[in-house]
């Protein structure tokens, strides 16, 4: 309940917690979330920002997702299955009074009256900027006890909201979808031949993550790349980074519940705090993929992490893997494809936060794709060459859409292969290739590699 500056309320206020970026609201006026693993909706109406329990305080149904009108002259949210309307300032029902005339013995209107603790509502403010001081803040409100605190947590009716579906008819009769009438529900409860619907624990999000536990990781935004990639940026707790201190690492990812996972290199500084970012390459048919990328921010994934046998140590320039096998470099080259570059971003994120003690390391980054349309981080790339003396790059793509514009230095078109390794002119005792790409790029770079006498590692 704010618009742009938190409200005051009079029990003792909780955190202020990032939710989202700014831009999250840019395209559309209401955002679903799950924060401490209460079901909240934020709605935007003109330039005032509201935020309420997502789940109606009647039977459960999906609030969030009703119509906005005015009920004397009082902005309302209407719960699209039974017409029940809430005020969004402060969550309260508008209803007709009447009263008992005792001269003409009838019942008269008495004006609009409001219910007290109905639908719990709660702070909202929006800072400018997608920075980690910017972005949508909510402020949950715990006084007092609400009739909408009992489906707060529950998964099940959340699902209405995250759907979008407002199939369950205004008068109550029950669609062939299998839905039973509230009072049916109700009566049921009520003579013991059924049970309330379990309440699930609210899921920790105040916990960073660690390797072997799943743990909920909320979508903060996303945003396309490529044509196939996108850049996802999570949740983390407040002033807490990945506190990592190895590099190469990644983490794996699963839809809630599910034991499909997949693994994926964190491309974001190590040391931001609030959030970090993965870039996640969408397969059409792709059995993970496809379904994270249909996925809006607010919504949770589940991850655990990290994970990774190599470790880069700039100090004394060695390659370590696991403790039991250790490379020394003093070049250090990147032979990568398609979402292969992650692991790559990751490792020039600690080379270029490292300063001084790595910045005479001279690293190559040879890059290919099929078309140029793909190249994932080009801009990033582009500049951290221009930047640095030591950093070369070559952008090799075997499609090129726009032939008579993919020529010149730090451009090959073409597939990657011995002649254009060779030509790099790299000296062996002295260059350590990591290389990174679907499994026949991998075993094509070995063999070249191999012929060269580079040595060489597959990440």
């Known amino acids: 309940m704010a618009a742009e500056e938190p409200a005051t309320r009079k029990e003792e206020p909780g955190e202020w917690l990032r939710v989202a970026d700014s831009s999250a609201l840019s395209e559309k006026d209401r955002l679903h979330l799950q924060v401490k693993g209460r079901y909240i909706s934020i709605l935007r109406h003109g330039q005032v920002l509201h935020c309420l329990d997502s789940i109606c305080y009647h039977t459960g149904g999906p609030l969030a997702l009703g119509d906005i009108e005015d009920v004397n002259g009082e902005r309302c949210i209407r719960c699209p299955w039974h017409d029940y309307s809430v005020r969004l300032v402060d969550g309260a029902k508008p209803y007709q009074s009447m009263k008992f005339d005792p001269v003409t013995r009838k019942l008269s209107p008495d004006g609009w009256k409001y219910t007290q603790n109905t639908q719990r509502t709660h702070e909202v403010m929006s800072r400018a900027g997608d920075s980690p001081e910017g972005g949508i803040w909510v402020r949950l409100s715990s006084g007092g006890k609400f009739e909408s605190d009992q489906f707060a947590y529950n998964a099940s009716a959340a699902k209405n909201v995250t759907s979008g579906d407002k199939s369950f008819a205004p ?3 029950s669609p062939a979808s299998g839905y039973k009438r509230s009072g049916e529900v109700l009566a049921e409860i009520r003579s013991g031949k059924a049970s309330p619907p379990p309440m699930r624990a609210p899921p920790s999000e105040a916990l960073g993550l660690v390797p072997h536990e799943w743990r909920p990781v909320r979508i903060l935004s996303k945003k396309r790349m490529t044509k196939s990639m996108w850049l996802f940026r999570f949740a983390l707790p407040e002033g807490q980074s990945l506190g990592w201190n190895e590099v190469e ?34 397969y059409e048919e792709g059995a993970l993929s496809s379904k994270v990328v249909k996925m809006a921010p607010g919504q949770l994934l589940e991850m655990c992490g990290p994970y990774g046998d190599w470790t880069i140590c700039w100090t004394s320039r060695t390659l370590t893997r696991a403790e039991t096998e250790t490379l020394s470099f003093q070049r250090l080259v990147f032979v990568v494809a398609g979402s292969g ?17 790595a910045s005479s390391i001279c690293i190559d980054i040879l890059y290919a794709n099929r078309t140029e349309d793909e190249i994932a ?10 930047r640095f003396t030591t950093c070369s790059l070559l952008l090799a793509v075997s499609h090129p859409v726009r032939m008579a514009d993919w020529s010149g230095p730090g451009r090959h078109a073409g597939r990657l292969d011995e002649a254009v390794l060779a030509a790099q002119a790299w000296r062996v005792e002295e260059t350590l290739v990591m290389v990174c790409g679907p499994d026949s790029f991998n075993s094509t770079m070995r063999a070249h590699l191999q012929h060269l006498e580079l040595q060489h590692v597959c990440l």
């Open 249 to 282: 690492r990644h983490v794996r990812l699963r839809l809630p519940g599910s034991s499909l996972e997949r693994a994926y290199t964190p491309v974001s500084p190590l040391g931001r705090l609030g959030s970090f970012e993965l870039a996640i390459k969408v």
């Open 171 to 173: 008068d109550g009769k």
């Open 341 to 357: 570059i992650t692991p790559c971003i990751q490792v020039l994120q600690d080379w270029v936060a490292q300063g001084h003690r």
């Open 377 to 386: 981080f080009r801009t990033e790339l582009e500049e951290l060459v221009k």
